[in-house]
């Protein structure tokens, strides 16, 4: 599913990534750790197609309207409510089922009685929970989580532990975490960066 040899990038003098190679296959579950600045985030970015390499090559064989990513930003439109904006990006995806999709996971991930609350007023464990409902909304098959679990409270974790639990064997992950201990359970293989 993804494929890259020698992935390098850079921003200007700065280099982030150097020399990265990695095999993901279908339904793999690799954990991408390191310290800060190590490019655990520019790795992901790169793989979801919102940066380009400064060398190297890279390959993703999924199709962009079967990728979800989760990033450090929830990507979610504040003065929308958590209803309203799952509801646009079930449009965008053209999910047939959108209404039944946005009111089942809304319910999930425990955000149903704030589904009418503008997502500018929720706190940033609320704003995490929305953003993880948006990159699962349209049943990815590649899963690109950027700290999935920051912000959350226990019960988030709880949710989100449940949720991995029920999708690892039908979707691919690419995970970057400061606790690789947390998903050591699911993970086929890891890629430490420096």
Same mark, same amino acid.
């Given at each position: 599913m993804i494929h890259a040899r020698a992935l390098e990038k850079r921003y200007? #003098?700065?280099?982030?990534?150097?020399?990265?190679? %990695?095999?993901?296959?279908? $339904?793999? *579950?690799l954990l991408v750790t390191g310290p800060n600045g190590s490019g655990k985030t520019t790795l992901l970015r790169l793989c979801a197609g919102l940066a380009a390499p400064?060398? /190297? +090559?890279l390959s993703v064989g999924v199709e962009r309207g079967?990728?979800?990513?989760l990033g450090h930003e929830p990507l979610v439109y504040r003065e929308l409510t958590a209803h309203e904006n799952l509801d646009l990006y079930g449009r965008l995806y053209r999910i047939a089922e959108r209404? +039944?999709?946005? /009111?089942?996971?809304l319910e999930r991930f425990g955000l149903w009685d704030a589904r009418h609350a503008r997502a500018g007023s929720f706190s940033r464990g609320m704003l995490q929970r929305l953003a993880l409902c948006r990159t699962l909304l349209h $049943?990815?098959?590649? %899963?690109? %989580? #950027? $700290?999935?679990?920051?912000?959350?409270?226990d019960e988030g974790e709880r949710l989100l532990d449940r949720e991995l639990a029920e999708r690892v064997a039908?979707?691919? *992950?690419?995970?970057?975490?400061?606790e690789p201990e947390r998903l050591e359970q699911f993970a086929s293989a890891r890629l430490a960066l420096a």
């Open positions: 200007g #003098d700065k280099r982030i990534l150097r020399g990265v190679s %990695l095999d993901v296959g279908t $339904e793999d *579950f400064s060398r /190297g +090559e079967r990728l979800g990513y209404r +039944e999709r946005t /009111g089942m996971l $049943e990815p098959s590649l %899963l690109l %989580l #950027d $700290e999935p679990y920051s912000g959350l409270d039908r979707a691919t *992950f690419v995970v970057a975490t400061h």
